[in-house]
């Protein structure tokens, strides 16, 4: 694979100080949307001989489909907008759970290197479960600083994904966050392992201003867009390689 870079804001970096392991969902339904149209992301999931590894991850999976949907009922009164909104957009979600693995770390990690670059999740919602060492995870603030997640044990962190802050223009903000890499002066070398469920909801979903998050003063930010669509823009951009910059870039990177 090429180099990821600091995922999916289109600028090349050092790829990011990371493993992951991502599966899709597990009972595909047999029809043209799942075997055609959306086959990119219904592909068989590859998993390790481990039967209990399997039965939890598909069991986990279940549950976050179900508090993700939860979450959008409540995203939906939260919206001014009837409970059942967001269903029809949802109902053949090709949402991911991924494992972020991060190695520990024996060396300092490059200059503008991270364990994840800055970046905004491509979804609805995010639900986020730092399962060890869960320190490192920080969100940009208005003011463009940076500002640690303190995890509160026990809960998961929400994000907030683009196609969210794209239905509701804006108001809500589709959280710029980043993983920094751990402070070797201080011993903080171990490994780091967060669980996410990124909610990205049926592939030929179009995404519009929402009804009550507009008005004359706030006319429409955003062209409509499919979910699939903006997701495969957003997935292109993460894998950039040098070789893919545009040439001004690309002669300010190799004067550096
Ligand atoms: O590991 C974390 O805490 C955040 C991971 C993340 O932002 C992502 O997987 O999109
Ligand atoms: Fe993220």
């Given at each position: 694979m090429p180099p990821r870079s600091?995922?999916?804001?289109?600028d090349y970096t050092p790829p990011d100080l990371m493993e992951r392991f991502t599966t899709g969902r597990s009972?595909?339904?047999?029809?043209d949307y799942h075997r055609a149209r959306a086959q990119n992301h219904f592909q068989p999931n590859r998993w390790p001989s481990d039967p209990d590894f399997v039965r939890t991850a598909v069991a986990y999976y279940a549950e976050m489909e179900r508090l993700a949907s939860d979450l959008m009922r409540v995203f939906a009164r939260a919206l001014a907008l009837?409970?059942?909104?967001?269903a029809p957009f949802c109902d053949r979600h090709i949402s991911h759970l991924v494992a972020n693995y991060y190695p520990a770390q024996h060396q300092s990690a490059a200059?503008?290197?991270?364990r994840a670059g800055a970046h905004t999740d491509f979804g609805a919602l995010t639900l986020l479960h730092p399962a060890r060492s869960p320190r490192g995870l920080q969100v940009q603030a208005a003011d463009g600083g940076w500002e640690d997640v303190v995890h509160v044990p026990g809960s998961f962190i929400v994000n907030i994904g683009d196609l969210m802050a794209r239905w509701t223009n804006d108001r809500w903000v589709s959280t710029m966050h980043r993983v920094v890499p751990p402070v070797s002066e201080s011993g903080e070398t171990a490994d780091r392992m967060s669980i996410a469920f990124f909610l990205q909801p049926n592939d030929d979903a179009g995404i519009d201003c929402l009804p009550t998050c507009t008005d004359a003063e706030h006319p429409p930010l955003y062209e409509s867009v499919t979910s699939g669509a903006h997701y495969q823009m957003k997935s292109n951009r993460s894998w950039i390689g040098k070789k893919d910059l545009p040439a001004a870039s690309a002669a300010s990177e190799s004067q550096a």
């Open positions: 600091s995922h999916s804001r289109g009972d595909i339904p047999d029809d009837p409970e059942g909104y967001f200059a503008g290197q991270f």
